[in-house]
Structure formats: C-alpha cells, structure tokens
C-alpha cells in the first residue's frame, strides 16, 4: 500500500492533557506502525537535508528512530543524543528547561568530529530547548549544525526563536 505524505501527516494522533494536564501531546506511533505512512515520512525528511550535510545528530528517543531511517536513507552516519546514564563515556552534557519540566542530554564520545555538518532530527519543535541543548552538545564537540528536521512544529511555542541561525525544515506546522 502506498501512501502520501499528506496521508502519513494525517495519521498524527493528538493526545490531550499527556504527559500532565494542559499538555497537547502529538503522537507519531500510528505513522511508525504503518509501513508506507514511515518510508514517504522518512524519505521526505531525508530529501529536505542540506546539502553536504555529513551526519545526522538525533534525539532521544523518538529522535533516534526518525534519524535512523533518515540517516539509512540518505547513506549518512547516526549520533545519538542520550538522556543521562545511558552511555559508557560522554563527552559534554547539558541541562536545559522543557515547557513542563527540565532535562539533561548527553553526547556520547568520539562520534562528532571538529568541522563535520550537521542536521539534528527529532519529532516535534516546540519551545526549542531540546534542539538548542543539542545544538550546544554538537558545537562544544567542534561540529557545526547546518539545519534542524522535525515532523512537527508547534509555531505559537515559538521554539525557533532559540535557534534563529539555524534552518528548520518542518513537514506540518500547528
């Protein structure tokens, strides 16, 4: 079965009052459940990147799943952004606020290397906390980010404001 675009945006599904009440959370597992909706979603975020883009920087964790299939599609190599505790040796960390919480993320060692070009991928922007806790993680490494990628963009969350320089590319925006 094939699918558009159009199609596979449709099968977002809007969760009210998750993870606490007041909070619209914007679920992608019905379009990573449906195999023709995830290929034209993942070919559609891998054609979007710049280029000479040389990596794909993803976020834990629906990131990581977005950036696998991006990475796979346009032959590039994968960094995964973790929360903490999950790696062996971590080379920066950073701590930084969510619109209902805080978090901290962590780059693992040895895999951004000084003057490689890179995109990060997660799933929605928001208020750009995460995009611009992981932009830091990749500079302090001596990488330089040539865009962001996300499925989503909750524009009244304003998250591009944090990241200004930076290209967004977005599939669908609230």
Same mark, same amino acid.
């Given at each position: 079965?094939?699918?558009? *675009?159009?199609?596979?945006?449709?099968? +977002?599904?809007?969760?009210?009052d998750?993870?606490? =009440?007041?909070?619209?959370?914007?679920? %992608?597992?019905?379009?990573?459940?449906?195999?023709?909706?995830?290929r @034209? &979603?993942?070919?559609?975020?891998?054609?979007g990147?710049?280029?000479?883009?040389?990596?794909?920087?993803? +976020?834990?964790?629906?990131?990581? %799943?977005?950036?696998?299939?991006?990475?796979?599609?346009?032959? *590039?190599?994968?960094?995964?952004v973790r929360?903490?505790?999950?790696?062996?040796?971590?080379?920066?960390?950073?701590?930084?606020?969510?619109?209902?919480?805080?978090?901290?993320l962590? &780059? =693992?060692?040895?895999? +951004?290397?000084?003057?490689?070009?890179?995109?990060?991928?997660?799933?929605?922007?928001?208020?750009?906390?995460?995009?611009?806790?992981t932009?830091?993680?990749?500079?302090?490494?001596?990488?330089? @980010?040539?865009?962001?990628?996300? %499925?989503?963009?909750?524009?009244?969350?304003?998250?591009?404001?944090r +990241? =200004?320089?930076?290209?967004?590319?977005?599939? *669908?925006?609230?």
């Amino acid at each position: 079965m094939s699918t558009t *675009l159009d199609g596979a945006l449709g099968l +977002i599904r809007e969760v009210p009052d998750f993870p606490e =009440p007041g909070v619209l959370f914007r679920d %992608i597992s019905p379009v990573l459940a449906d195999p023709a909706a995830f290929r @034209v &979603l993942a070919d559609a975020m891998a054609a979007g990147l710049p280029a000479g883009t040389e990596a794909v920087v993803a +976020i834990e964790a629906r990131g990581f %799943i977005l950036g696998a299939a991006i990475a796979y599609a346009a032959g *590039l190599g994968l960094v995964c952004v973790r929360k903490p505790g999950k790696l062996p040796a971590v080379r920066h960390r950073v701590s930084y606020a969510l619109e209902y919480g805080t978090a901290t993320l962590e &780059l =693992p060692e040895d895999t +951004i290397r000084a003057g490689q070009r890179v995109v990060i991928v997660d799933d929605v922007l928001a208020t750009g906390g995460t995009v611009e806790a992981t932009r830091e993680l990749v500079e302090h490494a001596g990488g330089v @980010v040539d865009g962001v990628s996300v %499925i989503l963009e909750l524009a009244a969350l304003k998250g591009r404001s944090r +990241i =200004p320089d930076i290209p967004v590319t977005t599939l *669908l925006t609230h």
